[in-house]
């Protein structure tokens, strides 16, 4: 990892903080931008509020409204709003987190055989910088999980369907606290930034809330904002959330329908998988290359733990149970995209690990060697594998979580769109994202990326695209 390989320069900031100036953003960037900012909010009420209110039926409030049946202000009349128990739950979920994570210093790697965690270093920052992380997101995932288990079996302090049972509630406290954290870090980039070299400045002031300024905000030597916010308190939820709703169906029905478990069971692999993978989490885009902003803050409080659980939200009031061809064609569907998003990451990583001195499907690696410059001007080398996983296209991990991504999807069946809305919009991120680091990768490595792409011609699906 080093440099934005955008047009930038050093520039003086307001505070006397030293950081980077990024070229202007283009009107379409920022368009985008003002967009997201004014309707993301407004597009996660409505799918939760579309199963409170219709069913999970996304048509039916949009033709109630273009009927005149409903007006916004009756839909919104009828949401449930902000509660004191909302907030008190809330607030005792991310203090458990914030605890978990700063005081319990990782165990779990001495007993684990393979688990790379404790104190580990991230990855080299655009000024220079490496950064120590403590990676305890598994063990907190244990403890949570444990903690949950006990309460519904022995203590019954609270229902194992709370979270269901607040929903909107939360989704509003979750909006307070998504907002505050971005707001805090925007503000602490100009006046108080961990690192000001780090800080990146586009002379827009809404696309600098929203992609953010500093790279690693931090409060005291520990707190991560990027490593705490991206991995807890939304992604260890997301197993509870879904463990929430499986015991609503089975207050409300009697039963859990196999499409619950199926969901539960391939999300939960992938949850398990993050955390598991957490120090190599370090290396990848978001905390290598983002900056720390609204994108990410808002987006890991808000949009993570309500819109990637809607398939579990939707069985809750429409209850799928699958035959058993589908059943199975889901779970080879999810087992195998799994397969190829793990292991082409661990292929890269390996490949990069050992320089290139490893077998990858049997073989000694074929790569492309290419050589870049840093920000300060030196020139250093690196290398392009275009064999296993990444000799078939560019990022066949994408394609493996798109894969998994479908398969929870079709674990609803096929009657309503609701429970798709996620495959849209992992198609829709993993794409851009694509484009985004191949616009970077290209700046970098300039014709050594072209001889890259000449030899793997394929992004995403070979032959297609
Ligand atoms: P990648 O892990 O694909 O990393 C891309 C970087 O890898 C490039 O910038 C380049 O970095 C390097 N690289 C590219 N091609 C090669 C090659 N052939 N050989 C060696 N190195 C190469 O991207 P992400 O960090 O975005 O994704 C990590 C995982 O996280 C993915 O599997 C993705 O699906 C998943 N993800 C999931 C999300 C979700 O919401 N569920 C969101 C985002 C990601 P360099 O500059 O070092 O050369």
Redesign the pocket.
């Known amino acids: ?1 080093t440099f934005d390989w955008t047009v930038c320069a050093f520039h003086q900031g307001s505070g006397g903080s030293l950081g980077v100036l990024c070229r202007e953003v283009d009107w379409f960037s920022l368009s985008g931008v003002i967009l997201l900012l004014c309707t993301a909010p407004f597009q996660v009420f409505f799918f939760v509020m579309a199963c409170d209110q219709y069913q999970c039926s996304v048509t039916q409030p949009l033709v109630e409204l273009y009927s005149g049946e409903a007006t916004l202000g009756s839909i919104w009349d009828k949401a449930p709003s902000f509660t004191w128990t909302a907030a008190q739950i809330y607030t005792a979920w991310v203090s458990l987190q914030v605890v978990l994570y700063m005081c319990v210093p990782d165990i779990t790697h001495k007993f684990l055989p393979g688990y790379s965690g404790g104190v580990q270093d991230g990855a080299r920052t655009p000024a220079g910088l490496i950064n120590k992380y403590e990676i305890n997101g598994l063990q907190s995932w244990l403890i949570t999980h444990a903690l949950w288990y006990a309460n519904a079996k022995y203590f019954h302090w609270f229902s194992p369907t709370i979270i269901f049972d607040n929903w909107i509630p939360l989704l509003w406290c979750t909006n307070i606290l998504g907002y505050s954290v971005s707001t805090f870090a925007f503000i602490k980039a100009y006046l108080f930034p961990t690192n000001a070299e780090d800080c990146k400045f586009t002379g827009n002031v809404f696309y600098n809330y929203m992609m953010g300024i500093e790279f690693n905000p931090r409060i005291g030597k520990w707190f991560d904002f990027k490593l705490f916010f991206n991995g807890r308190p939304g992604i260890v939820a997301w197993t509870l959330i879904n463990l929430s709703y499986a015991a609503k169906q089975q207050e409300l029905y009697g039963y859990v329908t196999n499409s619950m478990i199926l969901v539960n069971v391939l999300q939960g692999i992938y949850v398990l998988d993050f955390f598991w993978n957490e120090a190599w989490y370090l290396k ?3 905390i290598c290359h983002d900056h720390f902003g609204w994108y990410l803050g808002w987006g890991d409080c808000v949009w993570l733990p309500f819109l990637y659980t809607l398939q579990g939200l939707y069985l809750v009031y429409n209850p799928v149970q699958l035959s058993t061809a589908h059943a199975a064609a889901v779970l080879l569907l999810g087992l195998t995209g799994y397969y190829i ?1 793990r292991s082409a ?1 661990h292929q ?1 990583d390996l ?2 690990r050992t320089d290139g001195k490893c077998s990858i499907w049997g073989k000694k690696p074929t790569f492309i060697e290419c050589a870049y410059r840093s920000a300060d001007g030196c020139l250093h080398h ?4 275009t064999s296993g996983f ?1 000799g078939v296209a ?2 066949l ?2 394609t493996g ?1 798109l894969m998994g991504s479908l398969a929870y999807c079709v674990a609803c069946g096929f009657g309503h769109i609701h429970p798709y809305f996620y495959i849209f919009y992992m198609t829709i ?2 794409v851009h ?1 694509c484009v985004r ?1 191949e616009h ?2 290209r700046s ?1 490595y300039g014709k050594d990326w072209k001889r890259y792409t000449d030899a793997v011609p394929y992004r995403l699906l070979p032959g297609i695209f």
Do not use: A, E, G, P
């Not at 690196?382 to 594998?385: A, F, G, N, W, Y």
């Open positions: 990892c990848t885009i978001d998003f990451n890269k490949f990069r690196s290398k392009l594998m990444w560019r990022h991990n994408y979580d991120l993993l994202r680091d970077r990768c970098k």
